[in-house]
């Protein structure tokens, strides 16, 4: 069984040199937080950034740094329809809605909890 054992690990060993030998080289500069498991360079643009999420509802209440909306369900994320409470960044300051305004909205979590990303009216 031993002398199984040792053939085997032989066998496998001499499979692997020739590829290690040709594709590895020299990586003492190579930065291994850069790279997928599948030992590829991650580009850029790879990076993952956090997931918006889209649905729709009615404004509830808006001041200047939160806005309260009745959304419908987000399966996305397993939510029932529910009245959520959405930081609303400098940027949407601005397009402050009416309350019972029906809007489509995105949003991602962050540190603070919600925040919206992008809302607009809808017709209804």
Do not use: C
Not at 24 to 36: L, P, T
Not at 63 to 83: E, S
């Amino acid at each position: 069984m031993r002398t199984l054992f040792i053939i085997i690990v032989s066998a496998l060993s001499l499979f692997n040199l020739p590829a290690q030998a040709d594709g590895m080289g020299d990586m003492s500069n190579m930065n291994m937080s850069e790279m997928h498991h599948d030992h590829n360079m991650m580009a850029t643009s790879d990076v993952a950034t956090p997931a918006d999420y889209r649905s729709q509802g009615v404004i509830k209440r808006w001041d200047a740094q939160r806005v309260a909306i009745a959304h419908h369900a987000i399966p996305a994320l397993n939510w029932p329809p529910m009245t959520m409470t959405f930081t609303v960044p400098q940027a949407l300051a601005g397009q402050k809605l009416a309350v019972g305004t029906q809007v489509d909205f995105s949003f991602r979590q962050d540190d603070q909890g919600y925040s919206l990303t992008a809302i607009h009216s809808i017709q209804p």
